[in-house]
């Protein structure tokens, strides 16, 4: 026997030996119960359960049998080095054999060294005749002679109306991109390179991370289920396939899945861990707006609980509206669900008022200009809870009112926003486009841009007492929030204009210069982006800082070619910085001479200051040691990988760190090919990933949905690459937590641990940094370095998960499963 501790026939299985089995056997995790059920049997019995089971013979061996690969987690990676470390020390094979289960990655070749070694057979009672056929030997053979072929795999991620997305990949050159083929029932449809970026196939595969690809097709038949497949282009083997039924059939094709998921309890594990990919394939590309609300509707979402009589005084501005467009709107202020309103017509000229009086609207109140139409015909109530403001270039959807009532249920919120697209008049559902999905409030986001749109709902008493243009609603709700009232977003569609309503970047910085509390020590700008992402309307605010001083902190072991350019950089935007620059290097028992004679000269210099650190790496530590020998008021943690790009960045991200409820500042990182690397992250509420980079690859000119990459915004977490906080804040929260967050999660945990603490943390790109994180540098998927960050990842979820979840600034409407802000989920 090779492992002592697997010696004799009477080995138990133990709680490691089941969840290897299930990894090895089935390619999935098995939930607690099941564990349980196995543990403390004999473990060659077990094994053979496995083996010898209705999953096998159905999964894999049936495949085998065909020479197909199975679908599922045996393909989608290669063997875990925690598995085939256990198949070598815990069962009883030769030497030899163990060497190889250590070495060997692909599955096929690990089954046929295990059941073809003598020791295993005898152990366990397995060989190529138990549980294989024949057919399925003879397959396993084929497969692992020709492993080149079947270590190309692919998988189909989504698909809408004009595209299939996914990603393919042979796991033998990572480097190369394959061309795939779309096969739609049996006929060829389309071709295309498979060599778009995305870090997070980089991260789960290494390589240069260049292995999407959308294939274009022509559509699916309504009433229609087609097969798709996606193939090969050199070989012509099926890589992956798919079903998808026509657009109008997708709400039952959710019924359907669910329905299975009731039916099947004894694999609902594995159905499970399907579904969100599967309900995620209902969902509509954001291009396809206008199918989505035809399918689900957007108006949805809020409950309808006690506010049933609340009285509305609804606003109309209607300076400058066409009959038509005055018409529509009131006509859905009428078809309310909620029926306590006064809707009070204004702004009107005479011919306004002539049109409303033709269509039998009975108007009561002032008069030319403004006319009013209550709920009953009656006289008008001047009496009221809530003011809705609304322009005449909109309409409402039915249950609006109702949905707004439903908001100031709790007594606090002073005004609340919902959602809104733009129709086409007298178009059909499918025409409506632009959705303007908001995230929950952000007060630093409101201040550069009025993203909370015209048609807002004020508590009694807070609604402006002149609307003198459309930006009134969004500037109130600034000085509302400004004097710490909380305001209340409406997930859900609730007004549709007839064209995306402009913005007027002057009008607003007017607007933004009499709300802000502190407009006298700001400068606020019109905006525009250093890379040309401009956002229409936009301004920029600009605080000077108070601090004397940065101490912007850099890690390193070696590296010149990285940490001279990053060095370099800072000490340049000295000059164009109000703040002094306490530059200090942790150098990590550097022993290359050009880089220990580059520190030299710096130091001789006195510009920069030099931290020796020896023993394990420990990123959290070094920064933790670093900090206790810092200057300055704000600390900045670096990357030796970056480079300076914003000259004023230091004097931007003191300005924000000081502000009392501000914790933790990240910066815009952009590759070196120009395109964004990150801007902030999103919580996608699930463990595995809880955390995604927004906007990685796109251009840097790209300013992002609603200008999230071009404007200062509340995120979630922020990347350590290049992070900013308040040394008194930092020391307040206890530093990095080096025992748990070593090398991966620090930075995120901190963010959590300030925002826990009431400290918002913000993406802010007006200070931005080339990240020279190199696509092609590529990861090791069995690496030290990516057990370290699923196993932070997991802890992350566990300590932060229940509490931080779900992302208030990515609206519910987006899909988890897909990249942010590309594809909308099914609703509810």
């Known amino acids: 026997m090779h492992c002592e501790k697997s010696r004799g026939e009477h080995a138990r299985a133990t709680q490691e030996d089941v969840v290897a089995i299930y990894a090895f056997v089935l390619g999935r995790t098995p939930d607690e119960a099941a564990v349980q059920a196995f543990i403390g049997h004999d473990l060659p019995f077990v094994i053979g359960i496995f083996f010898d089971g209705p999953e096998f013979r159905d999964r894999v061996s049936s495949h085998l049998a065909e020479r197909r690969l199975p679908a599922g987690g045996l393909v989608a990676e290669d063997v875990p080095a925690w598995v085939r470390a256990w198949l070598a020390d815990r069962l009883p094979v030769e030497k030899a054999a163990a060497d190889r289960l250590r070495e060997e990655i692909f599955w096929p070749a690990l089954y046929q060294t295990l059941f073809t070694d003598p020791n295993f057979q005898a152990w366990s009672g397995l060989s190529p005749a138990r549980p294989f056929t024949s057919d399925a030997w003879d397959g396993l053979t084929y497969i692992t002679d020709n492993a080149g072929l079947f270590r190309r795999t692919a998988e189909v991620e989504s698909i809408d109306a004009d595209w299939v997305q996914g990603w393919a990949v042979d796991r033998q050159a990572f480097d190369r991109a394959l061309r795939v083929e779309l096969w739609v029932e049996g006929r060829f449809v389309s071709s295309a390179i498979a060599g778009g970026f995305r870090r997070d196939l980089q991260d789960r595969f290494g390589g240069s991370g260049a292995f999407e690809f959308r294939l274009p097709h022509t559509g699916f038949p309504n009433r229609y289920t087609a097969s798709l497949e996606i193939r090969d282009a050199e070989t012509g083997r099926s890589l992956a396939t798919a079903t998808q039924t026509g657009l109008p059939n997708g709400p039952e094709a959710y019924d359907a899945l669910v329905s299975e998921v009731r039916k099947m309890r004894d694999s609902l594990e594995r159905i499970q861990s399907a579904l969100p990919t599967a309900i995620s394939r209902l969902g509509f590309p954001l291009s396809a707006y206008g199918e989505y609300a035809s399918t689900y509707g957007c108006a949805e979402g809020a409950e309808m609980s006690g506010g049933e009589r609340r009285r509305f005084l609804v606003s109309l501005m209607a300076k400058g509206a066409g ?56 006289h008008a109530d001047q009496t009221y809870d809530i003011c809705l403001i609304m322009s005449a270039n909109s309409v409402l959807a039915p249950t609006a009112l109702a949905s707004f009532s439903s908001a100031f249920e709790d007594e606090a919120i002073m005004a609340a926003y919902a959602d809104s697209d733009v129709f086409v008049p007298g178009g059909e559902a499918a025409l409506r486009h632009d959705p303007q999905l908001r995230p929950d409030f952000d007060l630093d986001l409101l201040c550069q841009w009025p993203y909370v749109g015209d048609c807002v709902a004020f508590r009694a008493g807070k609604a402006p007492a002149e609307l003198g243009d459309r930006l009134v609603p969004a500037a109130t709700v600034l000085r509302l929030a400004q004097e710490g009232a909380r305001i209340a977003h409406i997930p859900a569609v609730l007004t549709s204009h007839r064209a995306r309503p402009s913005v007027d970047a002057e009008l607003w910085r007017n607007h933004v210069r009499s709300s802000l509390s502190d407009a006298s020590e700001v400068s606020i700008e019109l905006g525009q982006d250093l890379f040309g992402a401009d956002v229409e309307g936009a301004v920029r605010i600009k605080r000077q800082p108070s601090s004397r001083a940065v101490s912007v902190i850099v890690p390193t072991h070696n590296a010149l070619e990285l940490l001279k350019p990053c060095l370099d950089s800072v000490l340049r935007s000295a000059q164009d910085n109000s703040v002094a620059v306490d530059l200090i290097v942790i150098d990590h028992a550097s022993d290359d001479s050009e880089t220990r004679a580059y520190l030299d000269k710096l130091r001789e210099q006195n510009l920069i200051r030099v931290l020796p650190y020896d023993g394990p790496f420990n990123w959290a530590l070094m920064n933790n040691l670093a900090v206790e020998q810092a200057l300055g008021e704000v600390l900045v943690f670096l990357n030796n990988d970056t480079v300076v790009i914003s000259p004023d960045w230091l004097d931007e991200l003191a300005s924000q760190a000081e502000r009392p409820d501000v914790g933790c500042v990240g910066a815009r990182l952009l590759y070196e090919d120009g395109s964004l690397q990150h801007a902030g992250f999103i919580a996608r509420d699930r463990e595995a990933n809880f955390l995604i980079h927004d906007g990685v690859g796109a251009p840097a000119a790209n300013p992002g949905y609603m200008g999230r990459h071009a404007l200062t915004h509340q995120a979630v977490a922020v990347t350590g690459a290049c992070m900013a906080i308040q040394t008194s804040k930092f020391l307040a929260l206890g530093g990095f937590d080096a025992a748990h967050f070593p090398v991966e999660g620090n930075d995120v945990d901190l963010c959590l641990r300030a925002w826990s603490k009431g400290l918002k943390t913000l993406y802010d790109p007006h200070f931005s940094l080339y990240h020279l994180e190199s696509k092609s540098r590529g990861f090791s998927r069995d690496g030290e370095r990516l057990k370290v960050a699923e196993a932070a990842g997991r802890l992350l979820w566990r300590r932060w998960g229940e509490r931080f979840r779900r992302d208030p600034f990515f609206n519910p409407r987006f899909d988890r499963e897909a990249r942010p802000f590309t594809r909308l989920r099914p609703w509810p």
């Open 323 to 378: 009959p038509d467009e005055i018409e529509d709107a009131v006509r859905s202020v009428l078809d309310q669900t909620h029926r306590h309103w006064t809707l009070e017509v204004g702004g009107l000229d005479a011919h306004g008022e002539q049109h409303l009086r033709s269509r039998r609207f009975r108007l009561s109140g002032m008069g030319f200009p403004s006319a009013q139409i209550s709920a009953t015909g009656e």
